[in-house]
């Protein structure tokens, strides 16, 4: 019902930047908070960053002052500015959304996630 499409990930040197956008689309009346999860391996998924509908932000303190999370809701679109990446910023970065669903209510949606990768 809901398909989330992300992009932006790659591999960029230390002190470098990356810009990952992810884009909701189906059928869904509304979107609530959206917001950024990554994972490395053998690891548990840990937040990065969530943005409400009005714009409330929530950083986790590993990124703050260095992640920037937005969202576009006329494209129903959540972007994370990464700047000053370090080597443990690699992970597969989710992309999640909480969108309400005509007579469902509401249900958490997650991306199929890209792979950051900061090396020298």
């Known amino acids: 019902q809901v398909q989330l499409v992300e992009s932006g990930g790659g591999l960029v040197q230390p002190g470098g930047s990356l810009r990952l956008s992810c884009a909701a689309s189906g059928r869904f009346s509304r979107i609530n908070n959206m917001g950024w999860y990554r994972q490395e391996p053998e690891k548990q998924r840990e937040l990065v960053a969530t943005?409400?509908?009005?714009?409330?932000?929530n950083y986790a303190d590993s990124v703050k002052g260095r992640f920037t999370i937005s969202r576009d809701n006329a494209k129903n679109t959540v972007y994370l500015q990464m700047n000053s990446l370090k080597p443990e910023d690699t992970a597969v970065y989710y992309c999640?959304?909480?969108?309400?669903?005509?007579?469902?209510?509401?249900?958490?949606?997650w991306g199929q996630g890209t792979q950051v990768t900061v090396s020298s």
């Open positions: 943005i409400s509908n009005v714009g409330n932000t």
């Open positions: 999640k959304c909480q969108a309400y669903i005509a007579y469902q209510g509401l249900k958490d949606y």
